[in-house]
Each structure stands twice: as C-alpha cells, then as structure tokens.
C-alpha cells in the first residue's frame, strides 16, 4: 500500500508539472515533431443490491457500498518524423486488474511502446499495447458504460510483442503481429501469439467493420466489431466473440445503443449474452447481461449514473440471505475527469 500510494503521488506531481508547462495538451516546436498529453482521473461508488461484491463477475468494479479509486492515469505521445512513442502510466485498480500477471511498479505500464513508419504505407510497432480486440477500453473516459462487459473481461488486456500495420486503399487497413502469451509482459513460454485485424468502411465512415483474430498453442479467438452511425444522435456498436481455450468454448455477443439528445447528456444501452457452460473461464453457464448508463457531461467532468441487471441460466449470485440465485443487478455512480 505504501509503494502504491508513494506511485500514486508521483504521478499526480508529474501530471501538475506538465498542466503548469503546457495548457494546451501538445508542444510542436518543429513541423516534424509533436508531443501530446493525455491525463485522467475517474472513481466511483457501487451499490450491489444484495450487498455481495462477489456477485460481480466482470472487471475493474469488484465492490460494494464504498467509494473506489478507479485510475489516475497519465500518458505521452510524441512523434518525430518517421518515429513515435508512447508512453501510458495508471495507478488504481483498474491499472492493477489490467497488468494482473505483473507485481509491483510494473502493474502502472499500461503501455509502452515505439513505433516506425518508413512511408504512408506501412507501420512497425514493438512493445506492450492494449488489444486490438472488442469495443471496450481499458480507460473510462473512452467508454459509455463504466461497467465493463463480460467480452472484455475474459477476453485478452493487452499484447506485447512486434505487429505491422498496412494501409489497403481507400477505408481498410490491416495488421498483422507476433505478441507473448496473452496479458503477459515477460514469459518463459516459448509459445507465442499470432495477432491480425482486417477492418473496412463506407466512404462517409458510417459503417466501419473489424475482424479481429489472437491464436496460439490451445488458444483461439475471433471477434467482430461493427460500428453503425444512424443518425446524428443515434449510434449502434456490435461486438461479437468466440474463443477456444484448450478445447473449450466461450463467446460473448454485445449490441450498445447510443443516444446522444444534446452534447450535454448521452444515454447508453450494452445487452449482452455470454456462455460459459463448457466453464473455459470458470463462469461455467450462460449469463443474459443489461446495462443502462448515462453520460452527463460538465465541461471536462463526466457523470455516470448506471443500473446493471444480470441474469444467469443457473445460480451463481448471491442474495440478501447469501443464498444462491440466477439474478445479479447493482447501481453505481462514477465520475470521470479529464484535463
């Protein structure tokens, strides 16, 4: 707790510094070179209805009744030319729940990584970086619900390794890499990861697509990301997964309704079914997820007021009487800040 909290100080002082120095986010002292600066803060409280913070089985909100830190979080993006880094530190748990194969200081690496683009063509990018796959990110300001779904949750954080990113023409694109054992930074394994992605657009980019693919040894999954615009207020993302674990499947499939009434105030929909009953993830039935969110903003402060109802095909939540039922269902209320 010391070492977390003497981190925690540490980048709050380098976050201050860097407010003090440069208001404006970004420095380009040469037309070859920019630098950019991106720092956050979100919490938030938690109410389980049946007072058990057991009963949540997906990421980062593992709670009840008590205020959490969710991060801080501060990161550096610079480009020189032909040449780019970055540079993602986070303290709190969702940064510990996301490198949970690390220890210590390691845990506030959310990203680290550098990247070489020798034309408009193609890119080459090596370190650790956060996946590709699923709609969901690591960071709440990135999000339109602050709960995460279970997709995310038991699907890959993050990869570190060597990828290459080519532009195809007109809207699509594609990447292909080599990456360590999924959500870890070092391993002995001398088993490693395919990554790849193809995606694609309409010309106007109200319809983008994904196909997204991580495989190793007893290890598979595919996943499907469409983004939809239908009108200037309403937005609807699909994500749709299936993943192999040593013989065992799982697969997870997502809609989110966004609705934006003014730049204000937005409202959020995620349904989601997962099935686990073969329990490649431990979960071991299917679970029938809705999360209602809304996103009332106040400059750089966004409010989350958020109801979640789970409901599982056998029991496994626990009631007012800690006795097994099939239905899960929590409020919370988040803040997300950021400079």
Known sequence: MKKTTSTFLVLILAIKSMAQVDSSKAVAPASNKSTTFTYYVDGYYKGDFAGKPENNKTS???????????????????VMGKFAATLDLGVGKRAEEFSYNDKGIATAFKQAFVSYAPNSTIKFTAGKWATHIGVELLDAYSNRNYSMSYGFSYGPFFHTGIRADVALGGKSAMMIGVAQPTDFVNSSSPDKMLIAQFSTGTKDDKLKAFLNYQGGKDKSQFDLVLNGVVTSQIAINYDGTVANIAGANWSS????????????IGFTWRS?????????????????????????????LTLIPELRFDNAKDKIFLNN???????GGNFLLAVVYKF
Do not use: C, H, W
Request: aromatic letters at 14%; a positive charge; charged letters at 15%.
């Open 253 to 264: 499939n997502a809609i989110y309704v966004n609705y934006d009434p003014s730049s204000k």
């Open 321 to 327: 009487n800690n006795n097994l039922n099939q239905y």
């Open 60 to 78: 980062f909100t593992n709670s009840s009744n008590a205020l959490k830190l969710g991060m801080a979080s501060f990161k550096v993006d610079q």
């Open 272 to 300: 989601e079914m997962f099935n686990d009953t073969k329990s490649a993830v431990g979960i071991g039935t299917s679970i029938f997820q809705n999360t209602f969110s809304a996103n009332i903003r106040f400059a750089k």
